[in-house]
């Protein structure tokens, strides 16, 4: 296709870039996300892996399309952004996203009570925004009928959390979806443009 890239078997021409990856099971279909860099050909892996952050060489078989939001030229200042994340971030895993995000130190910042919690994708979403300095995708069109009630309920009881002080930020975003983005350089993009699109994304790789 298309614009979507084997990251480690198909050569993207690009001289610098970021990128939104993916990893596929055995079922080609999306579980993990991770933002994809090349620098002075150097490709890196920068994600969440549900307890470290890493930034390391790509070592993976991703699949990757390319995003416009960020120009080439800032490629060295977004993986020194990268760097202060690594250093100063402490995630924990969960499915909430409510427009949160990390500052130039790498600090994170959030109005909801929910705090640093977040999926490979949300950290992808706190990356984006931060650097950005605006939100990545619409995060409000996904709501907390995108993640069954069942989740919320164990997760607060497990972690001692207040349902009503966390619901507000349940919500989960797919790696397909965030995927299927990089495809839209308007932010913030929107579910609607997501999911004008994902069908051929899915179809894509499953026929790969």
Same mark, same amino acid.
């Given at each position: ?9 198909? *050569? ?14 055995? @079922?080609? *279909? ?35 399309? !390319? ?65 950005? *300095?605006?939100?990545?995708? @619409? ?9 069954? @009630? ?20 349940? !919500? !989960? ?19 609607? *443009? ?15």
């Amino acid at each position: 296709m298309f614009e979507i890239i084997n990251t480690l078997n198909e *050569e993207d021409i690009s001289e610098n870039y970021l990128a939104i990856g993916s990893l596929i099971n055995e @079922n080609k *279909e999306p579980f993990h996300a991770a933002l994809i860099i090349k620098y002075n050909s150097n490709l890196l892996q920068y994600h969440y892996t549900g307890s470290d952050i890493e930034l390391s060489d790509v070592n993976f078989e991703y699949f990757h399309k !390319r995003t416009k939001t960020i120009h080439k030229d800032e490629i060295p200042a977004f993986i020194a952004y990268c760097n202060s994340i690594k250093k100063n971030a402490n995630p924990i895993y969960g499915y909430f996203y409510s427009g949160e995000y990390y500052d130039n130190n790498g600090e994170h910042f959030s109005e909801k009570a929910i705090g640093e919690r977040m999926t490979c994708v949300g950290f992808c979403l706190n990356v984006l925004k931060g650097f950005l *300095e605006k939100d990545y995708l @619409n995060y409000i069109d996904w709501d907390s009928s995108t993640q069954g @009630n069942d989740y919320l309920l164990k997760y607060a009881e497990k972690h001692n959390l207040d349902v009503a002080t966390i619901q507000e930020s349940h !919500r !989960r975003i797919s790696p397909i979806e965030i995927l299927t983005s990089g495809f839209f350089y308007n932010i913030p993009i929107s579910k609607i *443009e997501i999911d004008s699109k994902v069908d051929e994304v899915k179809g894509y790789l499953l026929n790969y």
